[in-house]
């Protein structure tokens, strides 16, 4: 069921204001993160040696190769689970992409390095300053 043009108008208003208020949250709502599946595989390859290599130290009594098949599962299974790290190049602009279709930055550079209650003081003041919203 489509939306009227007055629900249509509050959401765009509602998102406007999620992207001026957090951008960083509103960036990461709108990224559509999907890991590879390959990355899926190597990391079950990964588990599957690791736990062979753990039974085989238990079966044959080392307990340094069990520990390593220990190490070598955990290593797999914190690999399939962590993010991707992104390459040292921009594929394309980083921020946040309003209704208008600009990009606002996610963090200004000069922001980066405040401290989190200049932050929040800062939000307060802005707040305080649009009319106690």
Known sequence: MPLSEYEQRVLE???RQLTSDDPRLANT???RGHRPFG???IAGVGASVGLLLLVLGAANGLPWLGVI???????????AFA?????????????VVQ?????????PPARQKSSLMSRLEERWERRRGEGGR
């Open 13 to 15: 208003q509602m998102e």
């Open 39 to 41: 990355r899926y595989v």
């Open 29 to 31: 709502l709108t990224q």
């Open 69 to 79: 098949g220990f190490v070598v599962m955990f290593a797999a299974v914190a690999f």
């Open 83 to 95: 993010a991707p790290q992104r390459s040292g190049h921009r594929s394309g602009p980083r921020g």
């Open 99 to 107: 209704s208008d279709g600009k990009v606002k930055p996610a963090t």
